[in-house]
C-alpha cells in the first residue's frame, strides 16, 4: 500500500516517513500543494496524510479539487489548525479524519490503519495456501506462524500475493518497492527476493524465477490453473 504525504515541514515529514516506511508501507512526501496535487492526478494512493497550510497551495483546495475529479482516497488532514471551523470546513470538503499538531505518533498509525481498512472494498488478508498476509496489520503468517520480514520483504511478498500463481516482472517489483526519488536496480531485486525465498521455503511456500521475465508463487497444491490477465 502507497502512502502520500504532503507536509512543508521537514523535520516532520521525514519523521512521518520513517515511521511508516518502518511499519511496511510505500511512502512518498511533498512539500508544497501543488505538488500534492500533480501526484494525486499522475499516481495512485491508498491514503493521502494532508497538511492544511501548506505553500503554492493549501490543503483544503488539494482536497477540494481531489473530490471534485471523484476521487475516494482517504484523506486524514494533519494540522496546527485545529479550531473548530477549520475542522468543520476539512470534513465538508470530503476529509475522513482530523488530527490536530502535536500529535502522538502511535494515535496517527492507528487513524492510518483504520482509513486504510475503510478504503478497502476486498479483504486486506491475502491469503496463498498456508501463507497468509495481513495487507493493514503487515503480519505474514506461514502454517500459524508470523514471519520476520523486513519491510522490502512485506512489500514484495504483497506484490507476489496480489497475483498469486503468476508471474510478476522485476519492473513491476520495482514500481512495488521504490518511492519517488529513489532508484532500485534489478540486481537489489534479486536480492530481496533471495532473501524471501530462504524465509518462505522454510514454511513450505516457493518463489518460482521465470526466467528473463520475472518471478511468481508457485500454486498450491490442489488449486486449479487461474485465468490470465
Same mark, same amino acid.
Given at each position: 500500500m502507497r502512502i502520500l504525504i504532503a507536509e512543508d515541514d521537514a523535520l516532520l515529514a521525514d519523521g512521518l516517513t520513517r515511521s511508516?516506511?518502518? #511499519? +511496511?508501507?510505500?511512502?512518498?512526501?511533498? #512539500?508544497s500543494g501543488a =505538488? #500534492?496535487?500533480a501526484a494525486l492526478t499522475t499516481s495512485e494512493f491508498s491514503l493521502l496524510i494532508l497538511d492544511i497550510g501548506l505553500p503554492k497551495m493549501s490543503g483544503f483546495e488539494v482536497l477540494k479539487r481531489l473530490r471534485a475529479r471523484g476521487s475516494a482516497l482517504p484523506v486524514l488532514i494533519l494540522t496546527a489548525l485545529d479550531g473548530v471551523d477549520d475542522r468543520v470546513r476539512g470534513l465538508d470538503l470530503g476529509a475522513d479524519d482530523y488530527l490536530g499538531k502535536p500529535f502522538v505518533l502511535a494515535e496517527l498509525e492507528a487513524r492510518a490503519r483504520a482509513l486504510l481498512r475503510r478504503g478497502t472494498s476486498a479483504s486486506? !488478508?491475502?491469503?496463498?495456501g498456508s501463507l497468509t498476509y495481513?495487507?493493514? +496489520?503487515? !503480519? #505474514?503468517e506461514a502454517a500459524g506462524q508470523i514471519l520476520d520480514l523486513s519491510a522490502r520483504e512485506l512489500s514484495l511478498l504483497e506484490a507476489l500475493m496480489l497475483r498469486s500463481g503468476r508471474m510478476v516482472s522485476k519492473e513491476q517489483l520495482i514500481d512495488q518497492l521504490c518511492e519517488w526519488g529513489e532508484e532500485v536496480s534489478s540486481n537489489a531485486i534479486e536480492v530481496y527476493v533471495h532473501r524471501l525465498r530462504r524465509k518462505l521455503e522454510a514454511a513450505g511456500v516457493r518463489i518460482v524465477t521465470v526466467r528473463g521475465l520475472g518471478y511468481c508463487? =508457485?500454486?498450491?497444491? +490442489?488449486d486449479p490453473p487461474k485465468a490470465r490477465v
Open positions: 511508516l516506511r518502518q #511499519a +511496511g508501507y510505500s511512502v512518498d512526501c511533498v #512539500a =505538488e #500534492a496535487d486486506p !488478508v491475502l491469503r496463498h495481513d495487507t493493514i +496489520g503487515k !503480519v #505474514a508463487l =508457485e500454486r498450491p497444491l +490442489g
